[in-house]
């Protein structure tokens, strides 16, 4: 078996530039004032044959959504077909965010629903939703959602585990 310690022999750095130092969230030259992110909006017949992509329909306000989940993405997005089934007002946001989308062209969003209530399997979490044009789903899920629900993406079982703190999950 292959064992390695942590941190010996791996440099961490920047994602964006490659250096050490810093890390993305950090690049001091990616001072875009309202932000940029990422977001992989690929066909769901794609998301469902690709191996590392988990989709699944749950309910976002009472609703059922198409959503997939995307540990590349720095936040979480709704799509303008799906917004008015989310029937609550958008805040604006300070500063445009702009998002690139998978094939390269970019969009641009001043619009964020705050407070959404996402279920997964009888348990409500509240959600944030900026507002793109996303084609084959209602919803993308990132890492501002993810990263503190403590949500584990497991590809080769195709679904989303949550280490709840009820001793659930």
Same mark, same amino acid.
């Given at each position: 078996?292959?064992? *390695? +310690?942590?941190?010996?022999? @791996?440099?961490?750095?920047?994602?964006?530039?490659?250096?050490?130092?810093? $890390?993305?969230?950090?690049?001091?030259?990616?001072?875009? @004032? =309202? =932000?940029?992110?990422?977001? %992989?909006?690929? =066909?769901?017949?794609?998301? +469902?044959?690709? &191996?590392?992509?988990?989709?699944?329909?749950?309910? %976002?306000?009472?609703?059922?959504?198409?959503? %997939?989940?995307?540990? =590349?993405?720095?936040? !979480?997005?709704?799509?303008?077909? $799906?917004?008015?089934?989310?029937? *609550?007002? $958008? *805040?604006?946001?300070?500063?445009?965010?702009?998002?690139?989308?998978?094939?390269?062209?970019?969009?641009?969003? #001043? #619009?964020?629903?705050?407070?959404?209530?996402?279920?997964?399997? #009888?348990?409500?979490?509240?959600?944030?939703?900026?507002? +793109?044009?996303?084609? !084959?789903?209602? @919803?993308?899920?990132?890492?501002?959602? %993810?990263? &503190?629900?403590?949500? #584990?993406?497991?590809?080769?079982?195709?679904?989303?585990?949550?280490?709840?703190?009820?001793?659930?999950?």
């Amino acid at each position: 078996p292959i064992t *390695q +310690v942590p941190g010996v022999g @791996v440099s961490r750095g920047c994602y964006e530039c490659g250096e050490t130092g810093h $890390f993305k969230k950090d690049y001091p030259k990616a001072r875009n @004032v =309202g =932000g940029t992110g990422r977001i %992989l909006d690929i =066909g769901h017949e794609e998301a +469902v044959a690709d &191996p590392t992509v988990v989709t699944g329909t749950f309910l %976002l306000n009472n609703s059922y959504a198409c959503i %997939l989940f995307d540990n =590349g993405a720095e936040k !979480s997005f709704v799509s303008k077909k $799906f917004e008015h089934l989310l029937k *609550q007002n $958008f *805040q604006p946001l300070k500063d445009t965010f702009t998002i690139e989308m998978a094939n390269g062209k970019t969009e641009s969003t #001043n #619009n964020i629903y705050i407070g959404c209530t996402l279920t997964l399997h #009888n348990f409500s979490f509240p959600i944030d939703l900026m507002l +793109v044009s996303i084609k !084959s789903f209602d @919803v993308i899920i990132g890492m501002d959602w %993810l990263n &503190p629900n403590r949500a #584990n993406i497991l590809c080769y079982e195709k679904a989303i585990r949550l280490n709840l703190s009820c001793n659930e999950t």
